[in-house]
Nanobody
Framework: QVQLVEAGGGLVQTGGSLSVSCVAS????????MGWFRQAPGKEREFVGG????????YYSDSVKGRFTISRDNGKHTVYLQMNSLKPEDTAVYYC???????????????????WGQGTQVTVSS
């Protein structure tokens, strides 16, 4: 059974930084593209960014490009999301997710990700 467990998040002021991590188990982690999504109250789940199974490439939504960085450590089965220059509109529950098909990259729809973490709250105060 696949399990994804996020940690980190919290409350930060505008312009600050936060880091969240996600530890995976129950899958061949190094074979799956990992994604980060977020969902604000009353809004649909939104793609934030993804990282290729090998870690060799990343891709981001326009709303976070240049501010957020995704990395992974396949030896630790962990994917990271570093968030800098945070804005109030970044406030949301952040989820990590594993692509449902191994060695696929570049997909941004939540429907293409089959396993999800429980989410962690990130709140940016103005």
């Amino acid at each position: 059974q696949v399990q994804l467990v996020e940690a980190g998040g919290g409350l930060v002021q505008t312009g600050g930084s936060l880091s969240v991590s996600c530890v995976a188990s129950g899958l061949t982690f190094s074979s799956y593209t990992m994604g980060w999504f977020r969902q604000a109250p009353g809004k649909e789940r939104e793609f934030v960014g993804g990282i290729r199974w090998s870690g060799g490439s990343t891709y981001y939504s326009d709303s976070v490009k240049g501010r957020f960085t995704i990395s992974r450590d396949n030896g630790k089965h962990t994917v990271y999301l570093q968030m800098n220059s945070l804005k109030p509109e970044d406030t949301a529950v952040y989820y990590c997710a594993a692509d449902s098909i191994p060695k696929r990259v570049g997909r941004t729809s939540a429907a293409n990700f089959g396993s999800w973490g429980q989410g962690t709250q990130v709140t940016v105060s103005s």
